[in-house]
C-alpha cells in the first residue's frame, strides 16, 4: 500500500478562538500551526487565512504574506489554499489565491446545506473555477461534501471543464446537512471514484479520527486539523494542529501504515516535483 498522505487544515473559516484559543488568525499564528502539523508528518496543509481580529478572509496578498511565510519553515509542503472561504462570498473573492503561483487548491462540488447556511456551489461557478485551474495549472483537490457531489465534478471533467486525470478527492463527511460521516459512506464514495484516482477523508467533529482508521486501513489519505475539529479526544481540547497530527501517525503506525513525506506525496498525487 502506499504511504499515508496526511493534511492538516490548520485554520478554517469557521471556528474561533472562543472555540478554541489556538486557532490561528495572525500571520504568526498560522506559520506557528503549519509548522507544528509538518514537524508531527503532515505533507499537506490545507489554507485559510484571517485578518487579524479573525475575520475570514480571501485576499490575495494575505494569502502571499502566508504562503511565503509558511515556505520559510516549511520549504517543501504542499499547500492547498481554499477556494471555498467562508459562506457567502463571492466566487471572485473566493478566486483571489488561485492569482498565486500555487500548486494545488480546492474545488468545492457542489451546493449544499452548511450547518444553518447554503454553501453555495452551482454548476456554472464550478465550471468558472474549473477553468481557472486549468487556466493556471492548478490541480485541484475536489471537495465533496454529498455523494451527488462526485457526478457533478465528473460530469464537468468528462467535458474537459476541469481538470481530470489523476484527480485527487477529500470526502468532507459529517457536516450538518450533508453526507453524514458512516464508513458506509465511506466505501460508497472511494468506490464511485474513477480508477487511478486518490482520495483523503475529512471526518467532522468527533467523527476525525473514526474515520481515519478506516481511511488507512483502506488506502485512502487523511486530513485532521481545527477547521474540522478541536478536540484531541471527549472533552479535551487540542493544543495544536500537530498534536491531531500526531495521533494520526500514532493509529497509522499501529495498523502498519508508513507516512508519506512531501516528496512523496507529490509522487502519489501525480504533482511535480520540486
Ligand atoms: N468554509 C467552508 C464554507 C474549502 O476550503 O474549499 C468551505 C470550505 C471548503 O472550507
Ligand atoms: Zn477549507
Same mark, same amino acid.
Given at each position: 500500500?502506499?504511504?499515508?498522505i496526511?493534511?492538516?487544515?490548520?485554520? %478554517?473559516?469557521?471556528?474561533t478562538?472562543?472555540?478554541?484559543?489556538?486557532?490561528?488568525?495572525t500571520?504568526?499564528? !498560522?506559520?506557528?500551526?503549519?509548522?507544528?502539523?509538518?514537524?508531527?508528518?503532515?505533507a #499537506?496543509?490545507?489554507?485559510?487565512?484571517?485578518?487579524?481580529?479573525?475575520?475570514?478572509?480571501?485576499?490575495?496578498?494575505?494569502?502571499? +504574506?502566508?504562503?511565503?511565510?509558511?515556505?520559510?519553515?516549511?520549504?517543501?509542503?504542499?499547500?492547498?489554499?481554499?477556494?471555498?472561504?467562508?459562506?457567502?462570498?463571492?466566487?471572485? +473573492?473566493?478566486?483571489?489565491?488561485?492569482?498565486?503561483?500555487?500548486?494545488?487548491?480546492? $474545488?468545492?462540488?457542489?451546493?449544499?446545506?452548511?450547518?444553518?447556511?447554503?454553501?453555495?456551489?452551482?454548476m456554472? $461557478?464550478?465550471?468558472?473555477?474549473?477553468?481557472?485551474?486549468?487556466?493556471?495549472? #492548478?490541480k485541484?483537490?475536489?471537495e465533496?461534501?454529498?455523494?451527488?457531489?462526485?457526478?457533478?465534478?465528473?460530469? $464537468?471533467?468528462?467535458?474537459?471543464q476541469?481538470?481530470?486525470?489523476?484527480? =485527487?478527492?477529500?470526502?468532507?463527511?459529517?457536516v450538518?446537512?450533508?453526507?453524514?460521516?458512516?464508513? &458506509?459512506?465511506?466505501?460508497?464514495?472511494?468506490?464511485?471514484?474513477?480508477?487511478?484516482?486518490?482520495?483523503?477523508?475529512?471526518? #467532522?467533529?468527533?467523527? +476525525?479520527?473514526?474515520?481515519?482508521?478506516?481511511?488507512?486501513?483502506?488506502? %485512502?489519505?487523511?486530513?485532521?486539523g481545527?477547521?474540522?475539529?478541536l478536540?484531541?479526544?471527549? &472533552?479535551v481540547?487540542?493544543?495544536?494542529? &500537530?498534536?491531531?497530527?500526531a495521533?494520526?501517525?500514532? !493509529?497509522a503506525?499501529? $495498523?502498519?501504515?508508513?507516512?508519506?513525506n512531501?516528496?512523496?506525496?507529490? =509522487?502519489?498525487l501525480?504533482?511535480?516535483? !520540486?
Amino acid at each position: 500500500m502506499e504511504k499515508l498522505i496526511i493534511t492538516a487544515a490548520i485554520c %478554517g473559516a469557521e471556528v474561533t478562538k472562543e472555540h478554541n484559543p489556538a486557532v490561528p488568525y495572525t500571520v504568526d499564528e !498560522i506559520v506557528r500551526e503549519a509548522k507544528s502539523a509538518y514537524d508531527a508528518g503532515a505533507a #499537506i496543509v490545507h489554507l485559510h487565512v484571517r485578518e487579524d481580529d479573525g475575520t475570514p478572509t480571501q485576499s490575495k496578498a494575505r494569502f502571499k +504574506e502566508c504562503i511565503d511565510a509558511i515556505l520559510k519553515v516549511c520549504p517543501d509542503v504542499i499547500l492547498i489554499p481554499s477556494t471555498g472561504g467562508a459562506v457567502g462570498m463571492t466566487a471572485e +473573492e473566493r478566486l483571489q489565491p488561485t492569482e498565486l503561483p500555487i500548486e494545488m487548491a480546492t $474545488l468545492d462540488c457542489g451546493t449544499c446545506n452548511f450547518g444553518d447556511e447554503v454553501f453555495e456551489n452551482t454548476m456554472p $461557478l464550478m465550471r468558472d473555477f474549473g477553468k481557472r485551474m486549468m487556466e493556471n495549472n #492548478i490541480k485541484p483537490e475536489y471537495e465533496c461534501f454529498e455523494m451527488g457531489h462526485l457526478d457533478s465534478i465528473l460530469h $464537468l471533467v468528462k467535458r474537459g471543464q476541469a481538470p481530470g486525470a489523476p484527480m =485527487q478527492f477529500n470526502f468532507v463527511l459529517g457536516v450538518l446537512g450533508c453526507t453524514s460521516a458512516t464508513v &458506509g459512506n465511506l466505501v460508497w464514495m472511494a468506490n464511485a471514484i474513477p480508477a487511478g484516482s486518490t482520495w483523503t477523508v475529512t471526518g #467532522i467533529g468527533r467523527h +476525525e479520527f473514526a474515520l481515519a482508521a478506516p481511511a488507512i486501513v483502506m488506502g %485512502g489519505h487523511v486530513r485532521v486539523g481545527f477547521e474540522d475539529n478541536l478536540y484531541l479526544e471527549k &472533552g479535551v481540547l487540542a493544543k495544536s494542529n &500537530g498534536e491531531l497530527v500526531a495521533k494520526v501517525v500514532r !493509529i497509522a503506525k499501529e $495498523l502498519g501504515r508508513e507516512i508519506a513525506n512531501p516528496t512523496e506525496a507529490r =509522487q502519489i498525487l501525480g504533482l511535480k516535483a !520540486i
